[in-house]
C-alpha cells in the first residue's frame, strides 16, 4: 500500500504570495494517479488537479501541479481570499482504491 | 458536468445499521463507476468502497469489509452503502463522488471529479 506524506502541515501565508504545497509517495507513481483536492470547511472536496499537473474544469490558471516519481507539487500562484483551505492529495491503486495524503491547511496569516 | 445528493445519515447506536443513498443527475449514471468516501469529524479523507457502472465488481476498504455493502440501482440513477454492525470510529461525514477514468499518451488517470455535498452518520 502507497502512503502519502504532505508538507507541511499547516502553511500561514498572506493574500498574493506564492503557496507551495508538497505530496510525497512511499514508492514511485504514476503520474495519471495522482490528483490534488480543496476542501473549505463545511464543504464536499473538489478535484483541482489530476494527472499531476491537469487542472479540472473551472480552476483558475494560478492553481498549478507538478512532479513525478515520488514527489509532488502543488502551486497557487498568487493566494485569493477564497484559496485558504486544506489541500488533499490522492492516489489512485489497486488496495486500497484510493488514498488520501493528510492535508496541508492553508491558512490566513 | 452533474450532481449527487446523499441522504439518510443520522444517529444510530452500536451495533446497529443505517442505509445510505447517492442520488445521481446530469450525467449517465450507469456509465460511471462510484466510490464512497468518508471524513471523520476533524480528520482527512478516507476512501470506503468502489463499484462499477453494472455492479460486477465491488472493493471495500478493509476497515468497513464484512461490514458495508455496495450497491446500486441505474434505473433509479441511485447508489447506496448498507452499513452493519456500525462502530463509533464509523462516525463520519460519508461523500459519494463519481470515478472518472481514460487512458491518453500511455498514462491511464484515474480521480473523482465530482462529490456529493455528504451526509453525517454518528454512532453513539
Known amino acids: 500500500e502507497i502512503v502519502l506524506t504532505q508538507s507541511p502541515g499547516t502553511l500561514s501565508l498572506s493574500p498574493g504570495e506564492r503557496a507551495t504545497l508538497s505530496c510525497r509517495a512511499s514508492?514511485?507513481?504514476?503520474?495519471?494517479?495522482l490528483a490534488w483536492y480543496q476542501q473549505k470547511p463545511g464543504q464536499a472536496p473538489r478535484l483541482l488537479i489530476y494527472?499531476?499537473?491537469s487542472r479540472a474544469i473551472g480552476i483558475p490558471d494560478r492553481f498549478s501541479g507538478s512532479g513525478s516519481g515520488t514527489d509532488f507539487t502543488l502551486t497557487i500562484s498568487r493566494l485569493e481570499p477564497e484559496d485558504f483551505a486544506v489541500y488533499y492529495c490522492?492516489?489512485?491503486?489497486?488496495?486500497?482504491?484510493?488514498?488520501f495524503g493528510p492535508g496541508t491547511k492553508v491558512d490566513i496569516k | 458536468e452533474g450532481q449527487l445528493v446523499e441522504s439518510g445519515g443520522g444517529w444510530v447506536q452500536p451495533g446497529g445499521s443505517l442505509r445510505l443513498s447517492c442520488a445521481a443527475s446530469?450525467?449517465?449514471?450507469?456509465?460511471?463507476?462510484m466510490n464512497w468516501v468518508r471524513q471523520a469529524p476533524g480528520k482527512g479523507l478516507e476512501w470506503v468502497s468502489y463499484?462499477?457502472?453494472?455492479?460486477?465488481?465491488?472493493y471495500y476498504a478493509d476497515s468497513v469489509k464484512g461490514r458495508f455493502t455496495i450497491s446500486r440501482d441505474n434505473a433509479k440513477n441511485s447508489l447506496y452503502l448498507q452499513m452493519n454492525s456500525l462502530r463509533a470510529e464509523d462516525t463520519a461525514v460519508y461523500y459519494c463522488?463519481?470515478?472518472?477514468?481514460?487512458?491518453?499518451?500511455?498514462?491511464?488517470?484515474?480521480?473523482?471529479?465530482?462529490w456529493g455535498k455528504g451526509t453525517t452518520v454518528t454512532v453513539s
Open positions: 463522488a463519481r470515478e472518472y477514468s481514460y487512458g491518453y499518451a500511455n498514462y491511464d488517470y484515474y480521480y473523482m471529479d465530482v
Open positions: 446530469g450525467f449517465t449514471f450507469s456509465s460511471n463507476e
Open positions: 463499484i462499477s457502472g453494472r455492479s460486477k465488481t465491488t
Open positions: 514508492q514511485s507513481v504514476s503520474r495519471g494517479y
Open positions: 494527472g499531476a499537473s
Open positions: 490522492q492516489h489512485y491503486g489497486s488496495s486500497p482504491r484510493f488514498t
